[in-house]
């Protein structure tokens, strides 16, 4: 299944947005916390003009806190980008795992390195229709993910940003302060900010 998200950032406090949610019907449905090791083995080729092209060779070390549960899987994201770098569309493919720490170490067996490490707080915010969820991303600040639950396979890429406008749209319309961005990449931007340093 091909799937499309958005990801904006929040301009203004968590609190303050959700509040605005809350005043029209929205409920909080789930919290979660998820820490994710970024693995590639092309790490040394790595510099500021290839970072996408090093994800997407990359292998993630995801585990997620539900309330008490914890999951723990290897994914794999395949993105499509257009010629300005925006994602397209994403494919994951997803590995159970109840072992991380061995996983990486087969990894580096591999000659697999840590690119870079994301934690984030989310929770996720639902009208019965939509649901957005708050991002509170370490050393980047705070995002909204929407992600379209239809199948965008055979889409057009007319079609796709079609309906990311009118996802963004719709979160506007809800009053929340956001940026003019809709594809803000968690894992990108912590990579430039590192090389950048």
Do not use: W
């Not at 820490?35 to 083995?41: E, G, K, L, P, V």
């Not at 060779?57 to 980008?81: A, D, G």
């Not at 490490?117 to 929770?123: A, G, L, P």
């Not at 229709?129 to 995002?143: I, P």
């Amino acid at each position: 299944m091909k799937q499309i998200e958005i990801t904006v950032r929040l301009n203004e406090g968590m609190q303050s947005a959700i509040k605005k949610l809350e005043l029209q019907g929205f409920k909080r449905i789930r919290k979660s916390e998820i820490d994710d090791i970024y693995m590639t083995s092309k790490l040394r080729e790595l510099n500021k003009y290839n970072i996408q092209d090093i994800l997407k060779k990359s292998v993630l070390l995801r585990k997620i806190k539900i309330e008490s549960n914890e999951i723990k899987k290897i994914t794999y994201k395949n993105k499509e980008f257009d010629d300005n770098g925006d994602v397209i569309s994403e494919q994951k493919i997803n590995l159970d795992c109840s072992n991380l720490e061995k996983a990486k170490e087969l990894f580096e067996y591999l000659e697999f390195e840590e690119l870079i490490r994301v934690r984030y707080k989310v929770v996720v915010y639902s009208n019965d229709k939509v649901e957005y969820a708050f991002q509170d991303v370490e050393n980047l600040g705070t995002l909204i993910e929407y992600e379209n639950t239809e199948n965008f396979e055979g889409k057009s890429l007319d079609e796709i940003n079609e309906t990311k406008n009118n996802m963004f749209n719709e979160i506007k319309n809800t009053g929340i302060n956001i940026t003019e961005e809709k594809d803000v990449k968690k894992a990108y931007e912590l990579i430039l900010k590192k090389i950048d340093k």
